[in-house]
Nanobody, 125 residues
Framework: QVQLVESGGGLVQAGGSLRLSCAAS????????MGWFRQAPGEEREFVAG????????NYADSAKGRFTISRDNGKSTLYLQMNGLKPEDTAVYYC??????????????????WGQGTQVTVTS
């Protein structure tokens, strides 16, 4: 079982940037496809971005394309999400996930995901 801890969230003005990190422990990171979801108040959790086990393939929600970049450093056991051009509608709790049931960066279908505790991102107008 992998343990995930997110960091890097905060309060930022519209147009600003944040870099989220997700530190993993317990298992070799390259055994997992990883990615990010987010959940705004009163909304369902939604897929943001995914990255394949060695970072060769990435996948983004339409809302993230062109503004967010997902990356990973397996040597540091860390996943990243660089978020630029932030908008108030990006306000949410952001969760990283790890998926050992897939080799695809597409939105995960498995229910067997490991999750972090989340980090709050708030974008003011």
């Amino acid at each position: 079982q992998v343990q995930l801890v997110e960091s890097g969230g905060g309060l930022v003005q519209a147009g600003g940037s944040l870099r989220l990190s997700c530190a993993a422990s317990g298992r070799t990171l390259s055994t997992y496809v990883m990615g990010w979801f987010r959940q705004a108040p009163g909304e369902e959790r939604e897929f943001v971005a995914g990255i394949s086990r060695f970072g060769r393939n990435t996948n983004y929600a339409d809302s993230a394309k062109g503004r967010f970049t997902i990356s990973r450093d397996n040597g540091k056991s860390t996943l990243y999400l660089q978020m630029n051009g932030l908008k108030p509608e990006d306000t949410a709790v952001y969760y990283c996930y790890a998926n050992s049931d897939s080799y695809s960066s597409a939105p995960p279908r498995s229910a067997n995901l490991s999750w972090g505790q989340g980090t709050q991102v708030t974008v003011t107008s």
